[in-house]
T-cell receptor, first 118, second 114 residues
Framework: AQKITQTQPGMFVQEKEAVTLDCTYD???????LFWYKQPSSGEMIFLIY??????QNATEGRYSLNFQKARKSANLVISASQLGDSAMYFC???????????????FGQGTELSVKP | NAGVMQNPRHLVRRRGQEARLRCSPM?????VYWYRQLPEEGLKFMVY????????ESGMPKERFSAEFPKEGPSILRIQQVVRGDSAAYFC????????????FGPGTRLTVT
């Protein structure tokens, strides 16, 4: 059964430093997609970055990058140069199947609460 | 380009009443998803719809819950005879009609059952 695990309930980082949020996943499907979302205290879910299982390179989006290690089934989010506005819950999610052929449900992890210190 | 719209943002219902949650997807998006978030938990998938079709309802409780996405108008998540355990944040997401079908979320509806 597909599963997403985020083992860090809470993390602290100093402003302007980089931080890595861990995510491991389990699936028997060779085709899948991995997504990261940010949920600030206001409650909305903001899409950050996507990585496909067949993508050769790690995804990057501005200050966000995804450290994808397929053999270890991990998809860690790296935030560079942390800002105070990065303080939020961060969720890792997975979708099985041919992600470029069809839509489908996301399975979410439990989330990691990131606090950025000034 | 407006994002995913959900209304109401907050909804209070007494036990036994009905709750109707509405979701308008982003312009050009034809896929709609509903998720529920209980306090201190991640989001749990409920249902995936396209216009006039339910594609996947594997996460929907068997009773009291229903969803639709009509040809015209918003998607509706309907909860009949609400109970206290239904209190949660309900999020709607939509995705474009092409891969990787990334999902964009609305602000959520916070349902409180008293």
């Amino acid at each position: 059964a597909q599963k997403i695990t985020q083992t860090q309930p809470g993390m602290f980082v100093q402003e302007k430093e980089a931080v890595t949020l861990d995510c491991t996943y389990d699936t028997s499907d060779p085709s899948y997609g991995l997504f990261w979302y940010k949920q600030p205290s206001s409650g909305e879910m903001i899409f950050l970055i996507y990585q496909g299982s067949y993508d050769q390179q790690n995804a990057t989006e501005g200050r966000y990058s995804l450290n994808f290690q397929k053999a270890r089934k991990s998809a860690n989010l790296v935030i560079s140069a942390s800002q105070l506005g990065d303080s939020a819950m961060y969720f890792c999610a997975m979708r099985e199947g041919r992600v470029y052929n069809q839509g489908g449900k996301l399975i979410f992890g439990q989330g990691t609460e990131l606090s950025v210190k000034p | 380009n407006a994002g995913v719209m959900q209304n109401p943002r907050h909804l209070v219902r007494r036990r036994g009443q009905e709750a109707r949650l509405r979701c308008s997807p982003m312009k050009g998006h034809s896929h709609v998803y509903w998720y529920r978030q209980l306090p201190e938990e991640g989001l749990k998938f409920m249902v995936y719809l396209q216009k006039e079709n339910i594609i996947d309802e594997s996460g929907m409780p068997k009773e009291r819950f229903s969803a639709e996405f009509p040809k015209e108008g918003p998607s509706i998540l309907r909860i009949q005879q609400v109970v206290r355990g239904d209190s949660a944040a309900y999020f709607c997401a939509s995705s474009p009609p092409r891969g990787p079908y990334e999902q964009y979320f609305g602000p959520g509806t916070r349902l409180t059952v008293t």
